[in-house]
C-alpha cells in the first residue's frame, strides 16, 4: 500500500494510531500513575502528525473518551488554531466557547493561566474573521 501512494498508506497509519490509543485509553483508565504519562506521548504523537482536520479530530475524540477538553487545554487550543488556518472558523469559536466555559467554572490557580489563553486564542480567531474591532475590544 505505501508503494502506490502516499496519502493511502497514511490513512493506515494513523487507523493503526487511533487503534493503539484506543488500547492506551484502557491504560489510562486502569492506571493514575501512567497518566501524565500516556498525556505527554499522546501529545508528541500529535505533533508528528500530519495537519489535517481529520486526522486531528479523530485523534482527539479518542481521547475525549478519558481526557477531557480542559484538562488537555494545549491540544485543543492547538486544533482551535488549526481551524482558524484551514478556513473553518465557527468550530474553532466553538471550541474556544466551550473551553473557556469550563475554565471560568473551575477555581484553580492554573485555570486563570488557561482562561488567558484562551482569551488569546479568541482574540486571534475574531482577528482570523476579520472582526478586528472586537478583537481590539476584547484585548483591553
Given amino acids: 500500500m505505501a508503494s502506490q ?18 488500547e492506551e485509553v484502557l491504560k489510562y483508565k486502569e492506571s493514575v ?5 500516556l498525556e505527554e ?16 479530530h479523530r485523534l482527539l475524540l479518542v481521547r475525549s473518551i478519558v481526557l477531557p477538553k480542559e484538562k ?13 488556518r484551514s478556513g473553518q472558523l465557527s468550530l474553532s469559536q466553538q471550541i474556544l466557547e466551550t473551553l473557556g466555559q469550563k475554565q471560568h467554572q473551575s477555581q484553580s490557580l492554573s ?3 488557561n482562561i488567558e489563553l484562551c482569551k488569546y486564542a479568541s482574540v486571534k480567531s475574531l482577528y482570523a474573521k476579520g472582526q478586528v474591532g472586537e478583537a481590539w475590544e476584547d484585548m483591553s
Fill in 72 to 84: 488537555d487545554m494545549r491540544t485543543w487550543l492547538k486544533f482551535s488554531s488549526l481551524c482558524q
Fill in 5 to 22: 501512494s502516499y496519502e493511502r498508506s497514511y490513512q493506515g497509519i494513523i487507523e493503526a494510531q487511533i487503534l493503539t490509543e484506543l
Fill in 33 to 37: 500513575s501512567k497518566r501524565d504519562w
Fill in 111 to 113: 485555570s486563570l493561566r
Fill in 41 to 56: 506521548i499522546w501529545w508528541r504523537r500529535l505533533q508528528g502528525c500530519e495537519r489535517s482536520l481529520e486526522y486531528w
